[in-house]
């Protein structure tokens, strides 16, 4: 039996974003019985408990405020730790999401493999290169990936740019590494079309089925929302721009409205948050078009999810996104009147056209980004590890 470890989500049942809707699929989806998952999770307790039928172990943590991730990545791996040792277990992985805990990585390192177990590391994407993030806490997170691949057995990159990045700029580590992608699943969503669920959204933002342009995302600057605003603003468009986002007491947003005044254009509309995901399905499903504006790291969860549900998609044109829609989205740069363009172009796609693409992005999902696909591949690396 191989006891795989995975620490650094928030844990299970998914409550949250990316990694914990991975830890969601791969253990609700198992299919090998000689794979036993053990999940830390971020809680008010120590309990443990059964999710998905496999052993779940709550880990404690003070709220220390921006460091509370790393202490509970320390936490979880001390717990695993202790798990190993007491229970005696000799085929052990530990797979750590995100690289938070470098510089206190080699010891835990040395002391799992005086017990014969291996440590995966996950890079995630370009964490220090978030505008959140001070000076001193990007500096952190850099010096923080730098120790944690080193150190690791190996580095598994859900983009194909990151593992290049990771061979490239830690050369000198000469890191091993592999690919497996993200997930994502194609299938209509659950509400109707008709629903009053809907139809009463659409009333309440004046919004109509398949005449906006859509972007879901988080509200930071490197998501290029002023970009996307501006240039949709300059377009010609009669369509609406409607931006799901988390705004409230949003510092960035009092910014972008002084530098764009995108108030005074009737068709930009700010709707708040949608945390119902059959709604937010269906919003996806019946926009016209899914603007996609990051450029930081890896393979985006949200780029996925619009490209399995929405026909038409508008992708910033960086290696990450490239990667991923490849002929099933169109792309814009940073260049002046690119998007504003591009959107001009799109309003005049016929429905043949329209349909080709959400063909090819839907085929691009199945193909190469399905959970089923992805769960199997974990399940051969772990075993033949």
């Not at 593992?163 to 109707?192: C, H, M, N, W």
Request: glycine share 6%; proline share 2%; with cysteine.
């Amino acid at each position: 039996m191989k006891n795989v470890f995975i620490i650094g989500s928030k844990g299970i049942p998914a409550k949250y974003g990316g990694f914990e809707t991975f830890v969601e699929y791969l253990t609700k989806m198992k299919v090998s019985e000689e794979i036993a998952y053990h999940v830390s999770c971020m809680a008010e307790d120590n309990k443990e408990f059964y999710h998905n039928n496999v052993r779940c172990f709550n880990v404690k943590v003070p709220n220390i405020g921006s460091s509370k991730a790393v202490l509970y990545d320390i936490l979880s791996l001390k717990e695993c730790l202790n798990y190993i040792k007491e229970n005696k277990l000799t085929n052990s992985i530990v797979y750590v999401l995100a690289c938070r805990i470098g510089p206190f990585f080699a010891k835990y390192k040395r002391a799992l493999e005086k017990m014969g177990v291996q440590v995966f590391v996950n890079p995630d994407g370009h964490e220090w290169k978030r505008s959140k993030w001070n000076y001193y806490i990007r500096q952190y997170w850099k010096l923080s990936e730098r120790l944690m691949v080193k150190h690791a057995d190996l580095l598994v990159c859900d983009s194909r740019g990151i593992e290049d990045y990771i061979q490239k700029d830690y050369q000198r580590y000469s890191p091993k590494t592999t690919f497996i992608a993200y997930g994502a699943t194609v299938e209509e969503g659950a509400l109707s079309s008709t629903s009053s669920k809907l139809t009463e959204w659409y009333q309440k933002h004046g919004v109509e089925a398949f005449e906006y342009y859509l972007i879901v995302g988080r509200f930071v600057p490197e998501n290029n929302y002023e970009l996307m605003i501006r240039e949709f603003m300059a377009s010609n468009s009669k369509k609406d721009l409607v931006i799901i986002s988390n705004v409230e007491q949003n510092s960035f947003y009092e910014e972008l409205l002084k530098r764009t005044n995108f108030n005074q254009d009737s068709r930009i509309k700010f709707v708040g948050t949608v945390y119902d995901q059959e709604l937010l399905q269906k919003i996806r499903e019946q926009a016209y078009g899914y603007f996609h504006g990051h450029e930081v790291g890896g393979t985006n969860p949200s780029l996925l999810e619009a490209l399995a549900s929405t026909r038409l998609n508008l992708l910033l044109d960086v290696v990450f996104n490239r990667e991923v829609g490849a002929g099933g989205a169109v792309y814009f740069n940073k260049d002046k009147g690119s998007l504003a363009k591009l959107v001009d172009s799109a309003d005049l796609y016929n429905i043949d056209t329209i349909n080709l693409m959400s063909k090819k992005a839907k085929k691009r999902i199945v193909e190469e980004y399905s959970w089923e696909k992805i769960v199997h591949e974990y399940e051969t690396l772990f075993l033949k590890n």
